[in-house]
């Protein structure tokens, strides 16, 4: 212990494991929000936060996320999960949802756009999802997204658009 004090704290933040380095630019805790928006449904506004944290002896990225409602701040959705750049440039995202659907999803990233592109690979226990999409980008230090679903009687078309600042 007397060695490591010695040694002083670090300077900098360790460097990201090599895999998760490309991805960096989703690292760290946002802020913002969101509209909710599906043919059936009354469109609405929400409060969201998102953090994305990796160890660097780890190839992946832990992600978690929570929403409120815009009016009263009462929780809305919420969903956990593991995203992992593979070596071969893809990324695989595993999502477990507060509503108890569940989410693979496999896409590619842009590293100089900063842009990451998903697609469900496989949803499970889910009454009327068949297909999510998850489209994310960096823009001038903020983060935007759109998720987009099909299900049994809509075709594939945005649910959810959000902008979040890096807090
Ligand atoms: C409605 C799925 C994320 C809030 C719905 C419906 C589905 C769905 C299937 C019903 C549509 C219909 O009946 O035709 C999903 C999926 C999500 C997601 C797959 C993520 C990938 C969210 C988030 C929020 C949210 C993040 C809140 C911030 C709502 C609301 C409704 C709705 C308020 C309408 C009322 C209701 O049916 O509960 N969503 N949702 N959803 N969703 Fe989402």
């Known amino acids: ?3 490591m004090e010695a040694a002083g704290p670090p300077t900098q ?3 990201p494991h ?3 380095a490309p991805l ?4 760290g805790k946002w802020r ?4 909710g928006t599906f043919p059936s ?3 609405f506004r929400y409060g969201e936060e998102i953090l994305f944290s990796h160890h660097p002896s780890k190839p992946v990225i832990s992600y978690t996320q929570r929403t409120w409602k815009a009016a009263s ?3 809305m959705h919420a969903e956990s999960g593991y995203w992992r750049p593979r070596p071969d440039g893809s990324v695989e995202v595993v999502i477990a949802q507060s509503t108890g659907l569940t989410e693979v999803q496999t896409g590619s990233y842009d590293s100089e756009k900063k842009t990451v592109t998903l697609q469900s690979e496989l949803i499970g226990n889910a009454a009327k999802v068949k297909q999510i999409t998850r489209a994310f980008q960096v823009v001038d230090g903020e ?5 987009q679903m099909a299900t049994i009687t809509n075709s594939l078309q945005p649910h959810l658009k959000a902008l979040l600042k890096r807090i």
């Open 1 to 3: 212990l007397q060695e």
């Open 18 to 20: 090599p895999l998760v």
């Open 143 to 147: 983060l935007s997204y759109v998720v």
């Open 41 to 43: 449904i009354v469109p």
């Open 32 to 35: 913002g929000e969101g509209e």
């Open 24 to 27: 960096s630019f989703l690292l």
């Open 13 to 15: 933040p360790p460097a």
């Open 73 to 75: 701040g009462d929780p």
